[in-house]
């Protein structure tokens, strides 16, 4: 019998990207301090958060199996999170445009016996991009409360001239690496 199926994360995109997969999964929101520690990097950041997200996802549903995630875009080895103002969203478009950054993801999965987590990345090309494009897209409303101030699946495309790696890990969720990891705790895919 397959055990019940959480997700630690309350992200819409995140549910779309599970629901891909054809699995049956119940939501749990769950919160964790999201501070960067000192000395830590990228990598540590998100795959502690990950596991830490999968944990309290873990303390919520008693059995079963729980997905948790978070996502990171780096530059220059500093994490960008979600831009609080145009300004900060400005800087951050300022620094990936015309260059190539990098998008993290921790990974966990677990149960209560055990959590695997791992750390999946991918390159991500963006073209320059003109300060009155930037305004457009911060009215647009879709870069505030995504990492790096961008959707790669919406408007944030258009900035896009080059991906190596997995796409759905810029969404925020690497469907591939999860399905591998799903198989593990007897969540199998396509059988």
């Known amino acids: 019998?397959?055990?019940?199926?959480?997700?630690?994360?309350?992200?819409?995109?995140?549910?779309?990207?599970?629901?891909?997969?054809?699995?049956?999964?119940?939501?749990?929101?769950?919160?964790?301090?999201e501070s960067t520690r000192p000395g830590e990097t990228p990598a540590d950041y998100v795959r502690r958060l990950a596991r830490e997200k999968a944990a309290a996802g873990l303390r919520q549903a008693g059995e079963g199996v729980v997905i948790a995630a978070d996502t990171s875009v780096v530059a220059d080895g500093i994490v960008l999170g979600k831009p609080a103002s145009f300004d900060e969203a400005l800087a951050m478009w300022t620094r990936l445009a015309g260059r190539e950054h990098e998008v993290l993801t921790g990974l966990a999965v677990g149960n209560a016996r055990h959590v695997a987590a791992q750390v999946v990345a991918t390159r991500v090309r963006f073209r320059d991009i003109a300060e009155a494009e930037m305004?457009?897209?911060?009215?647009?409303?879709?870069?505030?409360?995504?990492?790096?101030?961008?959707?790669?699946?919406?408007?944030?495309?258009?900035?896009?001239?080059?991906?190596?790696?997995?796409y759905s890990n810029v969404v925020g969720l690497p469907l591939a690496e999860t399905a591998a990891m799903l198989a593990g705790f007897g969540i199998r895919i396509l059988e």
């Open 1 to 33: 019998m397959t055990p019940p199926l959480y997700l630690a994360s309350t992200s819409p995109r995140r549910r779309e990207l599970l629901a891909q997969l054809g699995l049956a999964f119940t939501v749990l929101e769950v919160a964790v301090d």
């Open 135 to 166: 305004r457009a897209y911060w009215a647009s409303g879709e870069p505030q409360d995504k990492a790096g101030g961008y959707a790669i699946q919406g408007l944030g495309a258009v900035f896009v001239t080059g991906i190596n790696g997995s």
